[in-house]
């Protein structure tokens, strides 16, 4: 019995090392099958501040089941609910100066932006995602849900990944809210899908006391499907997370990794297919100084640490300021004009400043308590109004309804080198319930930036080191700045007035009225005689019980 129970022990424990060995095999597979890459770019600003850029790509081929290694799981369940092909998230806090800042890595407007595409062409659908994607990220997205701040873009937010067959069934729909503010507690499930979270790799940086507190940051979720062959018969989703943060160092001639994140060194995570930081120097000014300690490998504008080669990296930076500005190759600017409370006036400028014609598309989204007047539209090139009919290669201009969707205004222009456009609309201010007003309402209300997109293979513009995993064209964006609107607004201290006084009001009625029912009266030169009531209200309860008496 000894040598039967042996041989059934080893039976048990040789099913138990096949099952895990098989187990083995499956988890290496699907690891196989996803990769994890991440990148921090440091490039320093002509004003003296520094730009550093973190991201994070992952990709899976498996997109059917909730088995993932890599990939979160979170988002996979997001994308099979409600049939994503591809969506763009940011949320921004802080303004990009384009010209003193050159062009961003990826272009965000103030706020939060949103905009997806997907299979199924409704508000259900829709409102589902949005309400998804804001619990994940603790957002406040519901408010995109519906249709008062949303639209479906014509001409910009194409799909930029590179699965053609996916385009043809895609649902595009934009929104943003320019008036959401970004803080830790959206930093937090950032770093809570990445394969190491904060406990290794570049992310263990990202300390948030230090990155709230520069001047300007923008968290970044990128999801797309793209091809993995040139027939597109194997594809795969890939997820790119992504922080730009700008710091003011502009009193410091030297700076480390300790005196930016409060860390003094970086390693790679283990899980990662690729762990690099670059130091990037963009200046063609010879008074620019950039000086790394230790020397590292680059073509003089691009330097590079692989980080799995690297047990720990320290490094310092020498960088002198640099007093020029940039131009850059488009420029737009929008504002209000008029006065009063009841109308008033947007005007859009859009500026080529480069050497060469530029196709330029525009997409801008009103609110509906803005009325725009679409028949006062006015355009013109260079100072010489032109027919709006003519002076565009597309042009859509949608109404809005109230209380039901916005005004879109969109269009698509070829610009002459230094030419810029002008075009001028008139518009009404609506009459809001004072239920609809914020908290804060006189401060008014805040719109959001138009989007300029420019589709451009230049080589010129590819100064980004991580450009490398992208395909195709490359969406060249330019945000106007938001504005703030102030609508004819109530006097909000009326209810307080009004409840002041009606309230010292019925104190002085009721007061009056219930003193004289209830007070008694005596007469004290009478002490021996029996006291008898003479208060009204007693009168009155007297009487009432002599007419039912005599009754």
């Known amino acids: 019995s000894a040598k039967m129970k042996g041989i059934g022990q080893r039976r048990h424990f040789s099913l138990r090392l096949s099952i895990a060995c098989f187990l083995s095999l499956i988890s290496l597979a699907s690891c196989d099958a996803e990769e994890f890459y991440e990148d921090l770019l440091f490039r320093p600003l002509r004003d003296g501040r520094l730009l550093t850029h973190f991201q994070f790509t992952i990709r899976s081929e498996d997109t059917s089941s909730d088995h993932y290694e890599l990939f979160p799981k ?20 802080g303004r990009w100066f384009q010209d003193r800042w050159d062009q961003p890595i990826f272009a965000s407007p103030p706020g939060v932006e949103f905009w997806s595409h997907q299979s199924r062409s409704n508000d259900s659908s829709w ?10 990220y603790c957002g406040s997205l519901e408010a995109m849900q519906g249709n008062t701040v949303s639209s479906h873009p014509t001409l910009s937010f194409h799909p930029e990944g590179s699965n053609n067959r996916l385009r043809s069934s895609s649902n595009l ?10 803080c830790t507690e959206n930093l937090t499930p950032f770093l809570k899908l990445l394969p190491c979270r904060r406990k290794a790799g570049i992310a263990t940086l990202l300390d948030p006391l230090r990155v709230f507190e520069a001047e300007f940051k923008s968290i970044g979720i990128h999801l797309r499907h793209i091809c ?37 060194s970086v390693n790679a ?19 620019f100084n950039l000086k790394i300690q230790p020397e590292i490998s680059g073509n003089g504008k691009l330097r590079n640490f692989d980080l799995r080669k690297l047990n720990n990296l320290t490094f310092t930076v020498q960088q002198d300021k640099v007093d020029s500005q940039n131009v850059p190759r488009i420029k737009a600017q929008r504002y209000f004009t008029g006065y009063g409370g009841e109308y008033g006036g947007l005007v ?4 080529n400043q480069g050497v060469k014609d530029v196709n330029v598309k525009y997409h801008d989204l009103v609110p509906w308590y803005l009325r725009i007047f679409f028949h006062s539209m006015q355009v013109s090139i260079d100072q010489e109004k032109i027919d709006p009919l003519k002076a565009f ?12 969707n916005p005004s879109v205004i969109e269009f698509e222009v070829t610009l002459e080198p230094k030419s810029f456009l002008t075009l001028q609309f008139h518009f009404e201010k609506a009459f809001l319930h004072w239920t609809e007003f914020p908290p804060d309402a006189h401060r008014g209300f805040d719109i959001g930036s138009g989007t300029i997109t420019v589709m451009e293979d230049d080589a010129s513009l590819e100064w980004n080191p991580i450009l490398y995993r992208r395909q195709g064209l490359n969406p060249y964006r ?14 909000f201290s009326m209810p307080y007035n009004v409840i002041t006084l009606t309230g010292c009001l019925f104190t002085l009625i009721f007061g009056t009225t219930f003193t004289t029912l209830v007070r008694r009266m005596k007469q004290l030169d009478r002490v021996n005689d029996e006291f008898v009531s003479n208060r009204p209200i007693a009168r009155i309860i007297r009487a009432l019980r002599s007419l039912l008496e005599g009754v």
């Open 228 to 264: 993995l062959d040139s027939e597109c018969r194997r594809s795969s989703i890939e997820l790119i997370q992504t922080l730009s943060i700008v710091f003011d160092i502009s009193h410091q001639k030297e700076w480390t990794l300790k005196s930016i994140f409060g860390a003094s």
């Open 269 to 287: 995570c283990f899980l990662s297919s690729g762990s690099n930081v670059w130091v990037q120097d963009v200046s063609a000014s010879p008074n």
């Open 393 to 404: 290669t597309k042009l859509t201009l949608t109404p809005s309804e109230d209380h039901a």
């Open 478 to 491: 330019v945000y106007t700045d938001a504005l703030l609107v102030v609508l004819p607004t109530p006097d």
């Open 74 to 93: 979170e988002i996979g369940q997001i994308v099979r609910k409600y049939d994503v092909e591809e969506f763009h998230l940011s949320l921004t806090q």
């Open 173 to 182: 729909r934009y929104s943003s809210l320019p008036r959401e503010i970004v």
């Open 127 to 136: 409102d589902g995602l949005v309400h998804a994607l804001g619990g994940l």
């Open 348 to 351: 859009v400028h859009v500026v």
